[in-house]
C-alpha cells in the first residue's frame, strides 16, 4: 500500500477509535520548539519539575526516543462536558479536564487500539505510543501535525474544538503523507487569557511561568506551603485551574465530548474542604482511583483545601 493510501487509512481508523482530530508529521528534531524549551527551562519556569531538566534534547527529537522512527501520527481527544462548578465557598473547585476518568489511560487504550489496526494494515509496523508523561513535545507535535495552534496561554487550539482537548501520539517505523501545511495563528491582538490570569502567570505571550500557575502550584508543587501570591489568588481552585481556558474566546466552539468516562465522576465538579481535610489515605486511595486528581497526593489537596478554608476567613 502506498504512502498516502495507507495514512488516509490511518486517518479512518483514528477517527473510527474515538479520536477527534488526527495528523501526520515526519519524525525529525522539532525546531524551533526544542529551543524554546531549552530557554523555558533556562529561565527556571519550569519549577520544581525537574524531570523536564533530563536530556531536553531528546524531547526535540523523537528518534532519540524511538531509533526507528519515521513519522509521528498526532492525535486529539475532546475532552469538554458541559457541566458546571457548583457555587459553594466551602467546596474547592476541580479543573474540567480531571473530572472524570484519568486522561492517560483513556487515550493510551484509543492509541493501543490505534496501533494495532496500522499493525494489521501494515505488517512490519512498529510503534510507541506516547501520552504526556513520556519524552515528547505533545503540543509542539499537535500543532506541526496541523491540529490546531499553540494560543497564548499556551494550550493548543483547534478551529473546530477549542482547547478542551487531550493530545497524544503515535511514533512509527513506516513513511507517510505529511500533513505540511501547519493551522495560521488565531489568536491575533486577543489577551484575553493574559489579562485573566489572576497570579500573572503567562508572563508573555505564549510563554507560562511554572512557578506562578495556580495549576503548577495545586498539583505539582510538594511544598508544605503554598507561594503568596498563589494562596492570595486562589479563587476557590482545590486542583489546577481553568480560567486562561475558560474566558478563551475559540472556546464558544466547545462541544460535548462523545466519550462518557469525562463526564464528572459522581457528578462532582468540586470537593468538600472538609471532606478533604478529614480523609484517611486508604479513603483517598478507593476515592480516587483511576482519577487524574490522585497527581497532587492527598498532602497536596490537604494543603489546598487549608488554604482554601483560611483565605475564607
Known amino acids: 500500500m502506498s504512502a498516502t493510501g495507507i495514512t488516509e487509512k490511518i486517518r479512518e481508523a483514528a477517527l473510527a477509535a474515538g479520536f477527534d482530530a488526527v495528523g501526520f508529521a515526519r519524525a525529525e528534531e522539532?525546531?524551533?520548539e526544542g529551543g524554546r524549551l531549552r530557554e523555558w527551562l533556562a529561565r527556571g519556569f519550569h519549577g520544581e519539575m525537574k524531570w523536564l531538566e533530563r536530556e531536553p534534547e531528546r524531547r526535540s527529537d523523537p528518534r532519540r526516543?524511538?531509533?526507528d522512527a519515521r513519522s509521528v501520527v498526532a492525535v486529539a481527544l475532546n475532552y469538554y462536558t458541559p457541566s458546571q462548578h457548583i457555587d459553594d465557598p466551602a467546596e474547592g473547585k476541580i479543573s474540567r479536564y480531571a473530572w472524570g476518568d484519568d486522561y492517560h489511560d483513556v487515550v493510551k487504550e484509543k492509541l493501543r487500539?490505534?496501533?494495532a489496526g496500522i499493525q494489521a494494515l501494515s505488517p512490519g509496523a512498529?510503534?510507541?505510543v506516547c501520552v504526556d508523561t513520556s519524552a515528547v513535545m505533545d503540543k509542539a507535535w499537535a500543532v506541526r501535525a496541523g491540529i490546531g495552534w499553540l494560543g497564548k496561554h499556551t494550550n493548543v487550539i483547534s478551529k473546530d474544538l477549542g482547547s478542551w482537548i487531550f493530545l497524544g501520539e503515535i511514533i512509527l517505523n513506516i513513511e507517510l503523507e505529511y500533513d505540511n501545511v501547519p493551522v495560521p495563528d488565531h489568536c491575533g491582538s486577543c489577551t484575553a487569557c493574559i489579562d485573566a490570569c489572576p497570579t500573572d502567570a503567562i508572563v508573555e505571550p505564549y510563554v507560562v511561568d511554572s512557578r506562578k500557575c495556580i495549576s503548577y502550584a495545586t498539583i505539582e508543587l510538594r511544598d508544605d506551603r503554598?507561594?503568596?501570591?498563589?494562596?492570595?489568588?486562589?479563587?476557590?481552585?482545590?486542583y489546577g485551574c481553568d480560567i486562561c481556558q475558560d474566558v478563551c474566546p475559540w472556546n464558544r466552539f466547545q462541544q460535548?465530548?462523545?466519550?462518557?468516562?469525562?463526564?464528572p465522576r459522581?457528578?462532582?465538579?468540586?470537593?468538600?474542604e472538609d471532606e478533604i481535610l478529614s480523609m484517611t489515605h486508604?479513603?483517598?486511595?478507593?476515592r480516587f482511583r483511576g482519577s487524574a486528581v490522585k497527581r497532587a497526593k492527598l498532602t497536596g489537596l490537604k494543603r489546598n483545601a487549608r488554604y482554601l478554608m483560611e483565605g475564607r476567613k
Open 30 to 32: 522539532i525546531s524551533p
Open 65 to 67: 526516543l524511538f531509533p
Open 113 to 115: 487500539m490505534l496501533l
Open 126 to 128: 512498529q510503534g510507541m
Open 226 to 238: 503554598l507561594p503568596d501570591e498563589i494562596a492570595d489568588n486562589l479563587n476557590g481552585w482545590l
Open 256 to 263: 460535548p465530548a462523545d466519550d462518557p468516562r469525562f463526564e
Open 266 to 272: 459522581r457528578g462532582e465538579t468540586t470537593l468538600s
Open 282 to 286: 486508604a479513603e483517598y486511595v478507593e
